[in-house]
């Protein structure tokens, strides 16, 4: 088989999600983004973790349902990760999967109380406000563009903010 | 099946099928998971303002909101299609907490009487949605992640920032919960 050549994509800063195929995609095979989407976003509302009760009982600690969902999706997800590394399983396009080391910084601890804060009033983190909107919770919208609104001011003031 | 379907999922059924997000889009297009990231495109493909932070090719990521308006039409989906006739079923202690700070409405998946729309020009509306939002877009962006990229998609993957960011969220969770919500209410009621 033969074997691809590492290709690094150069990120101005980086991106915790990023695109990392080398095969050029069309807009029509990113539907399957929005499919897999679409079934994320049912499983969210079907585990009810788009709840604001769901958030509060986490934070409360009067339920494990929150911890459990995600202490499971960690597990399966890095039993996943294992099994890639170990086997090199190659993407559908047969290219290598690439991980991304993450390299510490103050932003996670600050950053991380910031969003902890917001996450609590809001009872979403960025994928549920979408679901939130989407199961018809329409003032949700505002909250979205809010956190749009609080990404670009970051990306404003972010040479001034400690890292 | 449907009514099985219908009535919430267990938590072990939803974090097997949430964490399988995780292999699924490596290995469908190798594209690390995280949500937070398409916030960001959009201030890219809408606001850049020549801000270094912005000026990248979004296009190259727009796989990331094709994800995001997925979950949007999933969401839709799943309230028409497979919605729970019952009402949520919240945890005794954390309901009659809720009910003393103020909270009415214990019907659906939100509480109206903080997240109608009816409540997005009042105070209600300019903490639980503006400034609440602004904080989750802002920290998480300064944190490089949220619940997915660092919580699954960093966990996952063994990173140790990711678990510094994890703790961090959890702290200000609960922070916000026990020592900013009671004095939310106060100001709201």
């Not at chain 2, 490089?144 to 959890?170: E, K, R, V, W, Y």
Request: charged content about 15%; overall charge positive.
């Amino acid at each position: 088989m033969q074997e691809i050549e590492e290709f690094v994509i150069e990120h101005t800063t980086d991106c915790e999600a990023p695109n990392e195929q080398i095969k050029r995609e069309s807009i029509f095979s990113n539907v399957k983004y929005l499919i897999l989407g679409i079934l994320f976003g049912i499983i969210f509302v079907k585990a009810e973790i788009i709840s604001w009760f769901r958030i509060q009982e986490m934070f409360r600690l009067s339920a494990f349902h929150m911890y459990g969902v995600i202490g499971t999706a960690i597990t399966v997800g890095a039993i996943s990760v294992f099994l890639i590394k170990k086997f090199n399983i190659k993407t559908i396009d047969g290219e290598r999967v690439i991980f991304h080391p993450k390299t510490f910084n103050k932003g996670q601890i600050f950053g991380g109380l910031i969003f902890g804060l917001g996450w609590a009033i809001t009872g979403a983190c960025p994928g549920p406000l979408f679901a939130q909107i989407g199961s018809g919770f329409l003032a949700v919208i505002i909250t979205l563009l809010s956190a749009i609104a609080g990404t670009w001011v970051y990306g404003r003031f972010r040479d001034k903010l400690t890292h | 099946m449907l009514e099985i379907i219908k009535q919430p999922w267990p938590w072990y059924v939803s974090g097997i099928l949430i964490g399988l997000t995780v292999p699924a889009l490596l290995l469908i297009g190798n594209k690390s998971f995280g949500v937070s990231s398409s916030l960001r495109h959009i201030c890219a493909a809408c606001l850049p303002s020549k801000i270094p932070f912005f000026s990248y090719n979004w296009k190259k990521e727009i796989w990331n909101l094709f994800f995001v308006a997925g979950i949007l039409l999933g969401g839709f989906i799943a309230v028409q299609l497979l919605s729970n006739p019952e009402p949520i079923q919240i945890a005794a202690s954390t309901k009659a907490q809720l009910a003393a700070l103020g909270v009415k409405d214990f019907s659906g998946l939100m509480p109206m009487d903080l997240f109608g729309v009816d409540q997005i020009l009042s105070l209600k509306g300019l903490i639980f949605m503006v400034i609440g939002g602004f904080a989750v877009g802002f920290g998480t962006r300064y944190a490089g992640g949220c619940t997915s990229g660092h919580a699954i998609m960093g966990l996952s993957n063994l990173q140790l920032p990711s678990l510094i960011a994890t703790i961090s969220f959890m702290v200000g969770g609960f922070v916000s919960t026990w020592v900013l919500l009671p004095i939310i209410f106060k100001l709201i009621a």
